[in-house]
């Protein structure tokens, strides 16, 4: 069944992300004074996740959520 839609939707499809592209997402988003921190942190989400941005996007939100984690803004 195809129903008409008021609005043009684009599909983007995501592949995972390498060990790297996840590093400076976390580098963008984690304030820490030591860069080894955000090193394990960024090598963890990428073991945790297999570098599914969505995946990724969900387990750092939680993690300042909890407050595990302290955003630059």
């Keep these: 069944m195809n129903l008409p839609r008021a609005i043009a939707v684009t599909n983007v499809e ?3 992300l390498v060990a790297q592209d996840t590093l400076h997402f976390v580098q963008r988003v984690a304030a820490g004074s030591d860069q080894a921190q955000i090193d394990a942190l960024a090598r963890w989400l990428h073991s ?3 570098g599914q941005p969505l995946f990724l ?3 750092l939100r ?3 959520e909890q407050k595990a984690v302290v955003s630059r803004s």
């Design 14 to 16: 995501l592949g995972p």
């Design 57 to 59: 996007l969900e387990t």
């Design 48 to 50: 945790e996740t297999a």
């Design 62 to 64: 939680a993690l300042l």
